[in-house]
């Protein structure tokens, strides 16, 4: 049997177990030239896919009810007519929420397991990477000896954007939300500095003791009240790097915040948002960096695994209760 994750509800708030459905089906797939059957190893759970799941407007259409969700995953080629794959491949690329499908090979790119743990390719040599390295040297502009602080330091992205900023020679703060996180950020990740949101009274406090020279770059994985914090402690031609905002995607309500256009005039400093894509010429050269400090030790990943299909809905809300430590995979 083949079994689908299908979306059922669109998520009001907080997503929940019952705004999906596993539906299971014969496994009868058959295949024309120039397609291939693959089955689903690792399956690839991220903040971003929430907004995919709310019919409001964005860079991408949103998921339809009913229909599978789709996501990063990494998949074996079980039977190929097409003349790009062979049987036995492995490759990476967007694919539904199933255990076994069929594709014409669009969009897919082969992974070499004896390189690299395959679930990397979803993480520090996939799209989290890209995020972290294009983000950070094509809006931060990071220079060395700079001040870079980091929201959701301990998440995928988060972590990998701190490493780099130190191979880079950054003095590198890291915020999570949990004394484990923070503990994990200096210690694995060679942060300099870190602080626990949750059990900080004062975030604007806490930023200024931790850069006592103040911040020349933030990148923000997380929005609301702890950016607003990072804002009272940036220097002039400060960059703020906007690539996520986990914090306020469930909100049911407008969200109230401080108005950043002072503190951006005030230091002639710049807020720019992004998406991974818009970086796809620069590709290539990051998948480079990222594979040689990978290579040399220099640049080291987290993940949090989680075993079984049925529990790609679970791993995914879990995202937003934070129980992840870098990169989120489902093992299928």
């Given at each position: 049997?083949?079994?689908t994750i299908?979306?059922?509800n ?6 929940t ?7 299971e ?5 058959s295949?024309e030239?120039?397609?291939?059957v693959?089955?689903t ?7 971003y ?9 964005s860079?991408?259409?949103p998921?339809?009810?009913n229909?599978?969700?789709?996501s ?14 062979s049987d036995?491949?492995?490759v ?13 090979g ?17 993480g520090?040599?996939g ?10 040297t094509e809006i ?5 000896g700079?001040?870079l602080?980091?929201?959701g ?12 900023g130190?191979?880079l020679?950054?003095?590198v703060?890291?915020?999570a939300g949990?004394?484990?996180k923070?503990a ?14 949750k059990?900080?009274?004062?975030m ?5 003791e ?23 402690n ?24 401080i108005?950043?256009r002072?503190?951006?005039i ?6 720019q948002g992004?998406i ?5 010429d ?9 594979s040689?400090?990978l290579?040399d030790?220099?640049?080291t ?7 079984g ?5 679970q791993?995914?809300?879990d995202?937003?209760?934070g ?10």
């Amino acid at each position: 049997m083949i079994k689908t994750i299908i979306l059922k509800n669109r998520p009001e708030g907080k997503p929940t177990l019952n705004d999906f459905e596993t539906i299971e089906h014969d496994d009868d797939l058959s295949i024309e030239d120039g397609e291939i059957v693959l089955e689903t190893l690792y399956v690839s759970v991220d903040p971003y896919l929430r907004g995919r799941m709310s019919a409001a407007k964005s860079y991408v259409e949103p998921f339809e009810l009913n229909k599978p969700i789709h996501s990063g995953v990494i998949a074996k080629v079980l039977e190929s007519k097409h003349d790009n794959f062979s049987d036995g491949d492995y490759v990476s690329g967007m694919l539904d929420w199933k255990t076994k499908q069929v594709s014409n090979g669009k969009g897919l790119q082969k992974v070499d397991p004896t390189k690299a743990d395959l679930s990397t390719y979803l993480g520090v040599l996939g799209m989290t990477g890209l995020t972290a390295y294009c983000g950070l040297t094509e809006i931060g502009k990071p220079k060395e000896g700079e001040t870079l602080v980091v929201s959701g330091a301990a998440g995928a992205v988060g972590s990998v954007v701190g490493q780099i900023g130190k191979i880079l020679g950054l003095r590198v703060i890291g915020i999570a939300g949990t004394d484990e996180k923070v503990a994990l950020l200096k210690s694995k990740f060679g942060f300099d500095a870190g602080i626990n949101y949750k059990t900080t009274e004062n975030m604007k406090q806490a930023i200024a003791e931790a850069a006592p020279d103040g911040v020349d770059v933030y990148f923000d994985n997380v929005g609301g009240p702890i950016s607003d914090a990072v804002l009272f402690n940036i220097n002039k031609f400060a960059r703020t790097v906007n690539c996520g905002a986990i914090a306020v995607y469930n909100n049911t309500d407008l969200p109230k915040s401080i108005s950043v256009r002072p503190f951006l005039i005030k230091n002639s400093a710049s807020m720019q948002g992004f998406i991974v894509s818009n970086f796809e010429d620069k590709f290539p050269e990051a998948i480079k960096a990222l594979s040689g400090w990978l290579a040399d030790n220099k640049l080291t990943y987290s993940e949090t695994i989680v075993e079984g299909f049925e529990n790609i809905p679970q791993a995914f809300i879990d995202l937003f209760n934070g129980k992840n430590k870098g990169k989120m995979v489902v093992k299928v």
